[in-house]
């Protein structure tokens, strides 16, 4: 008997393209008989466990980490084959979507925000699931409403209390103290400014950057105050 007070497990939240590629990768190379980390090593540890979650969510493997007939086939399309074969995987990881009253060609943002919190996800993590699944959904020719888009991340506490202290800006500045190890700071100059400051994990990759760079945009035009229809 299920225990339906059981928590659901979070959505996948591991950039798409880790995802394909790790499955790319495994098109061109032998199928294991079990899927876990000792066959990641070129994988950050947080991309290791991001993805082990997201391939259980989409049950591609099982508890114990055997790929499922689904997870093979998957592997194993090719192009004319892939979309439709993905499709299946998601209407069937995703029945919060698929099964309850959300009708994904005419839906908002706040829709399928509400529909991941729901399954447990929260804060940053929530933004990294809806981008997972709006980039899996277009690889499997799913037809989305042009008014859902990847949610802004959350502002944490201290940034908002800052600002409910009077500091008007969008961003208040990072204290040193809240620098850690295994990040590095990169300064960019500016012409007659200060520097602008970015603090990136010291594993960060290409992948990161496809997933950091429309956020960091929608950042930038908020902070301009420009908005779009």
Request: neutral net charge; aromatic residues 10%; charged residues 25%.
């Amino acid at each position: 008997m299920i225990d339906e007070t059981e928590k659901p497990m979070t959505p996948a939240y591991i950039p798409y393209k880790t995802f394909t590629r790790f499955i790319n990768w495994l098109h061109g190379t032998h199928i294991p008989t079990q899927i876990d980390k000792s066959m990641m090593s070129k994988m950050s540890g947080g991309d290791q466990s991001a993805m082990i979650s997201a391939l259980k969510f989409l049950k591609l493997i099982d508890s114990d980490g055997k790929p499922s007939q689904q997870f093979i086939q998957l592997i194993e399309s090719n192009e004319e084959t892939k979309s439709s074969l993905l499709k299946t995987v998601l209407e069937r990881a995703y029945p919060f979507i698929f099964e309850d009253s959300i009708d994904l060609k005419r839906a908002t943002t706040k829709q399928i925000e509400e529909a991941f919190k729901g399954q447990g996800a929260s804060g940053s993590t929530v933004v990294k699931c809806i981008a997972f699944f709006l980039a899996a959904a277009k690889a499997a020719d799913l037809e989305i409403s042009p008014f859902v888009k990847t949610p802004l991340p959350v502002r944490n506490a201290s940034r908002r209390a800052a600002t409910s202290k009077g500091d008007t800006r969008p961003f208040p500045p990072i204290e040193d103290e809240e620098f850690v190890a295994g990040t590095q700071k990169l300064k960019l100059p500016l012409l007659g400014k200060p520097d602008v400051i970015l603090i990136i994990p010291g594993d960060f990759s290409r992948e990161d950057w496809a997933f950091l760079k429309p956020i960091l945009e929608a950042y930038v035009t908020r902070l301009f105050g420009e908005n779009t229809p």
